[in-house]
T-cell receptor, first 114, second 107 residues
Framework: DAGVIQSPRHEVTEMGQEVTLRCKPI?????LFWYRQTMMRGLELLIY????????DSGMPEDRFSAKMPNASFSTLKIQPSEPRDSAVYFC????????????FGPGTRLTVL | GIQVEQSPPDLILQEGANSTLRCNFS?????LQWFHQNPWGQLINLFY???GTKQNGRLSATTVATERYSLLYISSSQTTDSGVYFC?????????FGQGTELSVKP
């Protein structure tokens, strides 16, 4: 299996621009998680989906952030408008049986907002 | 919410040395996982270990759920073991990560 795939790997943008991060989970995994990693806050869960349905979005920092999962093999995390404090590494992870199962992480997207 | 504390925060070892990393958590959990984040940022799952002991090569982990802690043992450390080790617990629905132990193994 190819593992969890994320794109782009690096994104540099200017404040106020829209940013879209993409994730393809491992085939057959029914759960998809979006995380953000910063030096100050560590690794924190933003949102997760089960069978393409958002289950818990309590970690989404504010309305500028939105996530979708239109089908079992694709998810997006969008930030609009972006701000410098959104600079972080964003990880996508997937599992077959939820958070009581081994999570497999993608390589991450390093976002820099100038 | 649940608190996850890892110790030590930093550790420097000479190649070949052994080490023990600790994870304490403040409430009952359904799941506990250990991850290694390598210097390139990739997060790799090491163990899914809500209780008991598991071994994988030079690494082993033990979770004592009733006492709310888990230990990760690294034996005969190698430079490729360098990176940050995270403990993550699942009290209900989602993983909560500790702040990590940064390990540096010197040749």
């Amino acid at each position: 299996d190819a593992g969890v795939i994320q794109s782009p790997r690096h994104e540099v943008t200017e404040m106020g621009q829209e940013v879209t991060l993409r994730c393809k989970p491992i085939s057959g995994h029914d759960y998809l998680f979006w995380y953000r990693q910063t030096m100050m806050r560590g690794l924190e869960l933003l949102i997760y989906f089960n069978n393409n349905v958002p289950i818990d979005d309590s970690g989404m920092p504010e309305d500028r952030f939105s996530a979708k999962m239109p089908n079992a093999s694709f998810s997006t995390l969008k930030i609009q408008p972006s701000e410098p404090r959104d600079s972080a590494v964003y990880f996508c992870a997937s599992t077959k049986d939820g958070s009581t199962d081994t999570q497999y992480f993608g390589p991450g997207t390093r976002l820099t907002v100038l | 919410g649940i608190q996850v504390e890892q110790s030590p925060p930093d550790l420097i070892l000479q190649e070949g040395a052994n080490s023990t990393l600790r994870c304490n958590f403040s409430d009952s959990v359904n799941n506990l996982q250990w991850f290694h984040q390598n210097p390139w940022g990739q997060l790799i799952n090491l163990f899914y270990i809500p209780s008991g002991t598991k071994q994988n090569g030079r690494l082993s982990a033990t979770t004592v759920a009733t006492e709310r802690y888990s230990l990760l043992y690294i034996s005969s450390s190698q430079t490729t073991d360098s990176g940050v080790y995270f403990c993550a617990v699942e009290p209900g629905g989602k993983l909560i990560f500790g702040q990590g132990t940064e390990l540096s193994v010197k040749p």
